[in-house]
């Protein structure tokens, strides 16, 4: 029998049982509760600002002038941002020589700033590239394996892309804002020190194995078909096998290797031009065949002496790309799981931040344990010394089997005049620069070849997430054209299709009314069911079609409206 008494000791026991058994479950997962916010992290003083390479691949949000992502090429190329999300990762595998399948997971519950927004029914869905194109006679196929990554998160209309810099021998941070059937669609810089809050050095990341985040893990896919049905969500399905993320993960891991071979290749040999041209030769050498590479020839000796005399004293730090697993459904279980979720702070669904620049709501959320935290610091992978071979290693990597027929065939397949071709190129070629393949295969091959995504010469000024949407008054005569024009031709990479850009409504007005031809893509009523009636626009395969046949139905005249804005030929 219980007694008053009893209970009077009974009561205290139970509260503090649970203030121990709440101590033990966070034990060994100190907090990062203390440390700076996301905010204040991207205040922190970049390492090593003095190095040559920092200089020559700076930590600017937009990219260097005369630059842009591998994305903004091909968004460029493709004359306009594809809608929806399947269809943008088509946009990319048609460039696949085989049509392969992309590294495609869902992670419902993750770690990134809108990990809030995601959940069962809208896991967040991750995306890369895995193939290189083929080479023609007259230009270079492109090759994203490792180079190009996207994670698209529905409930917040904004994808993530991390896409590789060619020229600038950087990977490139951009949103998609307000991604979806009724929005405005915008690619943006984001804010480089926000990104690299996470993705520390510049690169992808991922989490390591098992990847109990991801779709791999059988609760998790059992979950999301629960909730959503059999139908593949994004055309990810409810399942993935383990191998893909562990090939996200091996995707990621080149990034971190292509960071440290910039490098290496700038600071290692600091104004070196022949320390370059001997680490690129090398580099080809070990490429072509790796089996009878002699890391004690004479010449591998002779790199390893140039590189002791330029190589940074504190060594150059691979970046640690892959961050702890974390089983986000195990933190629910058992009596560990059930007094978390009775101590820990309660927040709403979707609450949180509900964009990448939203992060006083992001700092709001309870937080990770430190080391499952991609806001914590980590050690570098490893620290590169100047008797390693690593910059020899990256170069190879660089180039894909066909880069290398190509320069094989083209001397007999004798490899002793390839590199006699490497020594005969200028030195300006290896004066301290990004290293770039397509570069130094075009200096290599005769004729030279083209490339598809180099040259900026037609695209568009980049945008900053810092440059605010163009705001417009309820009754702006440019109310139809930013719900039906503007995700196609304002802030276009194609500075042929950007003709809408602007910094205000005047400036946007003034630009509409110098494009006469959109008179015509508008005059619905004379050329359907013509054979221009591919030339009206929107598409009409695009949601903004869609919108617009919709919108039409309730107000009739609303195309001549729009037509009115845009003088005619012969308009007096």
Not at 81 to 91: H, K, Q, R, S
Not at 288 to 308: I, K, N, S, T
Not at 421 to 450: N, Y
Not at 456 to 476: G, N
Request: aromatic share 8%; net charge neutral.
């Amino acid at each position: 029998m219980i007694t008053r008494r009893r209970i009077f000791w009974l009561v205290p026991a139970l509260i503090g049982l649970a203030a121990l058994a709440y101590g033990l479950s966070r034990m060994g997962a100190s907090t990062v509760s203390s440390a700076p916010s996301i905010a204040g992290r991207t205040q922190l003083a970049p390492a090593d600002p003095d190095r040559l390479s920092a200089r020559l691949i700076p930590n600017t949000d937009l990219p260097p002038e005369g630059t842009r992502s591998l994305f903004d090429h091909l968004v460029a190329q493709n004359d306009g941002l594809p809608y929806p999300f399947e269809a943008l990762v088509e946009m990319i595998q048609k460039r696949a020589p085989s049509g392969s399948a992309p590294v495609a997971l869902a992670i419902p519950f993750g770690r990134s700033l809108l990990k809030a927004q995601a959940d069962f029914a809208h896991p967040r869905v991750l995306f890369a590239a895995d193939f290189q194109a083929p080479n023609t006679p007259a230009a270079l196929g492109v090759a994203p394996r490792g180079q190009l990554f996207l994670g698209f998160v529905e409930n917040a209309r904004e994808i993530e892309v991390i896409s590789y810099n060619e020229a600038a021998g950087r990977y490139e941070y951009q949103l998609v804002q307000d991604y979806a059937a009724d929005g405005a669609r915008r690619i943006v810089y984001a804010r480089r020190a926000v990104c690299t809050t996470c993705h520390q050095g510049g690169t992808p990341i991922f989490p390591q194995r098992p990847w109990n985040e991801t779709n791999a893990l059988p609760e998790i896919a059992a979950q999301i078909g629960a909730t959503r049905g059999a139908e593949p969500y994004l055309g990810v399905p409810n399942q993935v096998a383990l191998g893909v993320p562990e090939r996200f993960d091996e995707l990621t891991d080149i990034g971190a290797f292509t960071v440290a071979m910039q490098q290496v290749w700038i600071d290692a040999c600091g104004p070196d031009a022949a320390c370059r041209r001997l680490m690129l030769k090398l580099g080809l050498r070990y490429a072509d065949d790796p089996g009878a590479f002699d890391a004690h020839a004479p010449e591998v000796a002779a790199l390893r002496e140039r590189q002791q005399t330029h190589w940074p004293q504190a060594g150059i730090k691979v970046p640690e790309s892959d961050i702890r697993n974390r089983d986000p459904l195990a933190e629910t279980r058992g009596w560990r799981g059930a007094w978390r979720s009775l101590f820990a702070p309660k927040t709403e669904p979707g609450a949180g931040a509900r964009t990448n620049e939203d992060l006083e709501a992001f700092d709001r959320l309870p937080k990770l344990p430190a080391e499952l935290d991609p806001l914590a610091r980590r050690a570098p992978k490893r620290v590169l010394r100047a008797p390693n071979l690593d910059g020899v290693f990256g170069i190879a990597a660089q180039f894909t089997a066909e880069d290398l027929r190509q320069l094989e065939a083209q001397d007999g397949f004798v490899w002793s005049r390839v590199e006699a071709r490497i020594e005969r190129l200028p030195d300006s070629l290896f004066a301290p620069a990004p290293f770039s393949r397509v570069r130094a295969l075009q200096a290599l091959l005769a004729p030279s070849p083209a490339y598809c995504c180099l040259d900026v010469a037609e695209m568009s000024a980049p945008v900053a997430v810092t440059v605010p949407p163009l705001s417009l008054s309820p009754d702006s005569p440019l109310q139809p054209f930013q719900r039906y024009c503007f995700g196609c031709h304002r802030g276009n990479p194609s500075a042929r299709l950007n003709f809408m850009a602007g910094a205000d409504a005047a400036e946007v007005t003034e630009n509409i009314r110098g494009k006469v031809e959109i008179r015509d893509a508008l005059d619905w009523a004379r050329y359907r069911d013509t054979d221009k009636a591919s030339k009206l626009m929107p598409p009409a395969d695009s949601a903004e079609r869609a919108r617009l046949e919709a919108q039409l139905a309730q107000t009739p005249q609303l195309l001549e409206q729009m037509r009115e804005q845009v003088p005619g030929l012969f308009d007096f």
